[in-house]
């Protein structure tokens, strides 16, 4: 596979992040992209303003002691920033290298993943912050107690509404962090991986109709949850051209929505091709083994078709760790019956 010849030519900057248990690294500087501000003060305790989703917020222009949670962590560890500790990040355990994922390891972990209600904000404040950087999705924001973060450090809040946009706020992050000089290393390459897959397969399926089915949502017995375009598999085809229409019929559900199993024939029947996410070894998660199981799915057209797509890696959320989401998702559509009939 393409994703094991990558060479991942990268200093130590990953395995870095332990050693700030310890002591701080000096981060890249980074001179910003003008939208957040400008820097002041003295060298020793230079500030500037940041354009947060809370507002302007003053931040040290080079933060040593950075605490970070939700999509905000893993593109941290990845670019080197200087952290002391971090919210549980396990859906990208198997997404991570094992530079990146000793890193990860070695770092307090300060919530459980995706439960940032659970803060723990006495270890939060253990951590002696300077910064935080808190990247859960916009719609869990209130679920913070803001006011105990920010009397222990200026709080930076960018969240997602939608999955997609992790490219955008992964850059929101870095900058903020002051490593946006080490953050876009893996972005040229992804972007070259998505023109080329776009055009390989721009006349064989670019013409059909995707939907997502996704595999980690939690449903409940007897129901699924459908992906729209921008969600948590899906998105990884954002950049690829391939068409996902249609919308949840509650609009504040954005990107995905949950279904009875009954619903299929009518949500899912008019679908050329059909994407989900599997664990790194292949297998099925328990919620997709039982919606699999069921008459109806297996009636679907481009189920008996076979015109399905398994992305494994679907949890990926930076450049680096979409690019083994690409391979996979490559592999797929080479063997798909539609692309082999036109």
């Known amino acids: 596979m393409r994703v094991l010849e990558r060479k991942r030519a990268r200093s130590a900057l990953a395995l870095g992040a332990a050693a700030l248990l310890a002591v701080g690294l000096v981060g890249c500087s980074s001179d910003g992209d003008g939208d957040s501000g400008t820097e ?3 060298e ?5 303003t940041f354009e947060a989703q809370n507002g302007s917020i003053e931040i040290p222009a080079d933060p040593q002691r950075i605490v970070a949670c939700g999509y905000a962590t893993l593109p941290l560890i990845q670019a080197g920033a200087d952290l002391v500790a971090v919210c549980e990040w396990s859906r990208e355990l198997d997404n991570m290298d094992e530079e990146t994922l000793a890193a990860y390891e070695a770092l307090p972990k ?9 803060i723990n904000y006495e270890a939060v404040a253990a951590a002696d912050p300077d ?7 916009a719609r869990v924001q209130e679920q913070v107690d803001t006011a105990k973060l920010e009397a222990l450090a200026p709080v930076v ?3 997602l509404t939608v999955p997609g946009e992790w490219r955008e706020l992964g850059e929101q992050y870095a900058d903020a962090a002051n490593v946006s000089d080490s953050y876009g290393e893996f972005k040229k390459e992804y972007e070259a991986r998505t023109a080329e897959i776009s055009e390989k397969y721009a006349d064989t399926l670019g013409g059909l109709k995707f939907a997502g089915v996704c595999s980690v949502c939690g449903t ?6 459908r992906e729209y375009a921008s969600s948590y598999t899906t998105n990884l085809f954002d950049d690829l051209g391939f068409d996902f229409p249609g919308e949840p019929a509650d609009p504040a559900d954005v990107h995905a929505e949950y279904l009875s199993v009954e619903q299929l024939p009518e949500n899912l029947s008019d679908a050329d091709v059909i994407v ?4 790194a070894d292949g297998s099925l998660t328990p919620e997709l083994e039982e919606l699999f199981a069921s008459p109806l799915w297996q009636e679907l057209p481009a189920v008996k078709a076979g015109n399905l797509v398994a992305v494994k890696h679907s949890s990926a959320a930076t450049y680096e760790t979409a690019l083994l989401a690409l391979d996979s998702i490559e592999a797929e559509l080479e063997k798909l019956p539609a692309n ?3």
Do not use: K, N, W
């Open 44 to 48: 020793s305790a230079a500030t500037r």
């Open 276 to 279: 989900y996410g599997v664990e």
């Open 131 to 137: 910064l935080i950087i808190m990247g859960v999705p």
């Open 40 to 42: 002041s003060g003295t």
């Open 340 to 342: 082999q009939q036109q």
């Open 110 to 118: 300060v919530a459980p993943d995706g439960s940032v209600s659970e």
């Open 157 to 159: 809040f960018l969240g």
């Open 220 to 225: 409940e017995p007897g129901e699924f949850s």
